[in-house]
């Protein structure tokens, strides 16, 4: 004769009950979160990667990062983004050489003559001082999971000739499918040190402007 347990079952039957009432518990419990760990060894390209990702959820809605277009004075931005008319410039360190090479630079040394109306330095955590930031200039640190802001930029006068010679090449670069009535004259890039330039093709009703003609 087997002995009753819960509900009159017998031992086996109870057991089984109480196996299944303790994987759903197990079930329930929410297991904690894993941490992200700081990732080490941030080469140049992660930290442009990083720093495109921060500028998106700024609310930029245009960003271009390392495209090498004819600017006046030849600066080729890490990653630069727009919103509401105002410019973010990014430039991204991954060593203190670089970042003392890029001080030398003229439109480092002339500011105005620069990209961005707001310009920081992206850098690995701990390896810029705030004091070694230029004026105006701000610092924004990373461990490769958060990106926070250390010192904030400032306003300062930009080059907005050279903004738009880069967003002009950045359209370039779509190719004939964009939105209608904007026509393009693009690049189709035939390897990669060499494109072809096209233009496509718009037809227009002569007869609405016989008037004005």
């Not at 960003?63 to 890490?78: M, Q, R, V, W």
């Not at 359209?171 to 494109?195: C, D, H």
């Amino acid at each position: 004769m087997s002995v009753k347990g819960i509900r009159g079952m017998s031992e086996d039957e109870d057991f089984f009950l109480l196996e299944g009432m303790n994987r759903s518990l197990e079930k329930k419990v929410k297991k904690p979160r894993r941490k992200k760990e700081p990732k080490q060894g941030l080469t140049h390209s992660n930290l442009v990667e990083l720093s495109r990702i921060w500028l998106g959820r700024q609310g930029n809605s245009v960003i271009i990062t390392e495209l090498n277009a004819a600017t006046y004075y030849g600066e080729t931005p890490d990653a630069i983004g727009w919103q509401y008319g105002h410019s973010t410039l990014i430039e991204c360190k991954a060593n203190l050489a670089d970042f003392r090479a890029d001080r030398r630079k003229p439109f480092r040394v002339y500011p105005e003559k620069g990209l961005g109306d707001f310009r920081y330095y992206f850098t690995l955590k701990g390896l810029l001082k705030v004091g070694d930031i230029p004026d105006k200039w701000g610092l924004i640190e990373t461990d490769g999971v958060k990106s926070r802001i250390v010192k904030k930029a400032e306003y300062q006068d930009s080059n907005k000739e050279s903004e738009a010679l880069l967003l002009l090449s950045a359209i370039k670069r779509m190719g004939p499918n964009v939105t209608e009535g904007i026509q393009v004259k693009f690049y189709k890039l035939a390897n990669k040190r060499s494109a072809t330039i096209s233009l496509e093709e718009v037809e227009e009703e002569i007869s609405d402007f016989k008037g004005i003609l």
